[in-house]
């Protein structure tokens, strides 16, 4: 995100006093820069955590360095960090990049990963340490398993994995959405950090922080050819539409979950085993499961497939919800609703995606376009 945004996403949405940082001895903050990240650096950090521990020797595996830095590296640990099972390989995940600095996405991923992620009964990355500034700057650090050491693969926007592989995906999405549906573990009283769906600044105008990149996408030739020629006629209407979704989301009753929010296959990683692992937790919200299912089907399957599989899709991950336990999940015909009204996220998030960011972007708008134009999604939200 824009680094000169207007000064209202400047601060961040929670109040860090509510978010004491979860290792008080760390009286400095966090680096902003990898200049200052090394041996000795991770030693200190990790021995907050883990007493005794040293990096004898730290060295660079592989840098991702975009919107957020994703850093693996290679760990020569001490005895006590051999004790400890922290392994050679890690990935350390921070805001290193300099960008994305106006919201606070990377202290929120920490937060979960802290608090949340050992109640989640998927299987996601395995977190060594996470920490996070609670000075009102919304750095955050975590540290992971470096998942290439695993043997599967991570996920790609544009992967073709086909019907039969996505329906065996909705039982780990439903069980994914199921581990705390309707649970007081994630009430505003009991999990303050947790940002409610549609009804934070990062959610609500989100449009109108990436409205540069959605201008940038404007001028690409590529894009405009797969646009509907009436969103580039006036390409407001998308923040016009996204407003609205916004408000029925606020207004809609229905049982709370955890949702991972950036629900797309590039933030998954597949195991050799074929299962599916959930990673990017960024955006994790407490919200209602549509916007994870809808972002990851429409964006997973080819036009053709989604027109021909959707509503069965729909009902056999009800069928998975219900099967975890979830009391009041609501009816097919409200979820198809549901469905329809949440492909605009999927819309508005693409619109605004670079492909420098590691996604490709042009495939994934022809998919949410088509589909917006296949439900009526833009009527539905008074466009």
Known sequence: MDPQAPALYHNPVIDPNCVPRPYPARTGHLPTSMND?????????MSYKYPGVEARSMETVQL?????????????????????????????????????????????EARFYHFMAKEMKVPTANCYYADWDDDGTAHGLIVLEDLVQRGGKFGHSTDDNGV????QTLEGLATLHGSLWGSDKI??????????????????DQVRIMWQWIEANLKDP???????????DDPRKVERAFD????????????????LGD????????LPSGERLWLDWQLVRRGRPWRDLTYFVIGALTIEERRKHHKDIVKQYREYLIATGALGVPSFEEAWEQTRLFTMYGLQAWVANLDAWGQNGVPMN??????????????LLGE
């Not at 039969?164 to 329906?167: A, G, P, R, V």
């Not at 009430?187 to 609500?204: F, H, K």
């Not at 050819?225 to 580039?232: G, K, N, R, S, V």
């Not at 609205?244 to 949702?259: M, T």
Request: hydrophobic content about 40%; glycine content about 4%; overall charge negative.
């Open 37 to 45: 990240v090394d041996a000795a650096w991770l030693s200190k950090m």
């Open 263 to 270: 629900c797309h296959q590039g933030n998954t990683y597949i």
């Open 64 to 108: 991702l360095n975009s919107h957020t830095t994703k850093w693996r590296i290679k760990v020569d640990w001490n005895d006590a960090g051999q004790a400890a099972g922290l392994p050679a390989h890690l990935c350390m995940k921070a805001n290193w990049s300099g960008s994305f600095d106006n919201v606070d996405i990377h202290a929120l």
């Open 164 to 167: 039969e592989m996505i329906m």
């Open 187 to 204: 009430s505003p009283a009991n999990a303050p950090w947790l940002q409610t769906q549609m009804d934070t600044p990062c959610d609500s």
């Open 244 to 259: 609205r979704l916004g408000e029925i989301d606020r207004a809609y009753d229905a049982p709370y979950c955890i949702v």
């Open 366 to 379: 022809e998919r949410f376009f088509t589909a917006a134009e296949d439900y009526g999604t833009w009527q």
């Open 222 to 232: 590529a894009f405009c050819e797969i646009a509907p020629q009436h969103y580039l």
